[in-house]
């Protein structure tokens, strides 16, 4: 195996590597916003009309959006027909 070939085989693998660690990092972050929204109530504590959106590489507020983060009180409920 030559020189060029052991070195692009090296790359090919930090690639996949860093892929699967890209997707691990992406799913973990979905399993805490998934935690999140399932035991907190989150308002918003600004009107639509008061956020200054700011154009970058993506649209987002510029000041950043405020939230009221709440414990969701769980019910007894009784769930028919599941």
């Known amino acids: 195996m030559n020189k060029a070939k052991a070195t692009n085989m090296l790359t090919e693998n930090k690639f996949v590597v860093s892929v699967k660690g890209q997707k691990f990092a ?3 972050v979905k399993v805490v916003l998934a935690h999140i929204f399932r ?3 989150l308002t918003a504590v600004d009107k639509k009309e008061d956020i200054v959106l700011c154009v970058d590489l993506i649209l987002r507020p510029q000041d950043g959006l405020r939230i009221k983060i709440r414990p969701r009180t769980f ?3 009784k769930h028919e027909n599941f």
Request: charge should be negative; avoid cysteine; glycine fraction near 0%.
């Open 39 to 41: 035991h907190f109530d």
């Open 26 to 28: 992406l799913m973990e």
């Open 75 to 77: 019910t007894e409920t």
